[in-house]
């Protein structure tokens, strides 16, 4: 059963992103198409964009943890051992499992300054803005933990 609650998640948390990324598309579109039609530009619409991109980002950061597709350095690939390669691995899951737990300790206080204040266009909330990090953060360290417990089985010669 967890298994499927977390294809679920997973897939939820990709259609979120993937829709995001049409709007910032489209946001962004309008912007470029309104400067050269109407006299006047429509300001929030690069407000809006950036904020999007924020979003985006930070979802995909965690969707790329989730697939194991974050950027890494081979260096060691190859010249190690299994065993030791795997040993490596799970101190860097444990590591990003450590940051994002860092992360959430700190978010409530930024989120609460970040709550009084508004964009200086849109009047969106900037509270709405930092949200992301507190959700991408609890994503990542799922998943990073998740790696780290399969990575660790697998050291141990478990399943």
Not at 147 to 159: D, P, Q, W
């Amino acid at each position: 059963m967890t298994d499927w609650l977390k294809r679920a998640c997973d897939n939820l948390l990709e259609r979120v992103a993937m829709a995001m990324f049409l709007l910032l598309i489209f946001v962004t579109l309008f912007q470029v198409l309104s400067r050269y039609i109407f006299p006047v530009p429509i300001s929030f619409t690069e407000e809006v964009g950036r904020f999007l991109f924020i979003w985006v980002s930070f979802l995909g950061a965690a969707i790329v943890m989730n697939r194991d597709q974050h950027i890494r350095l081979d260096l060691f690939q190859g010249k190690v051992s299994r065993r030791a390669s795997d040993a490596l691995r799970v101190a860097v899951y444990a590591l990003i499992a450590l940051f994002s737990a860092g992360i959430l300790i700190t978010t409530p206080t930024l989120l609460g300054v970040a709550s009084r204040q508004t964009a200086a266009v849109s009047r969106m909330s900037m509270g709405t803005v930092y949200a992301v990090l507190p959700l991408s953060a609890l994503l990542t360290l799922g998943y990073a933990m998740i790696h780290l417990i399969k990575t660790a089985k697998g050291l141990r010669g478990g399943s």
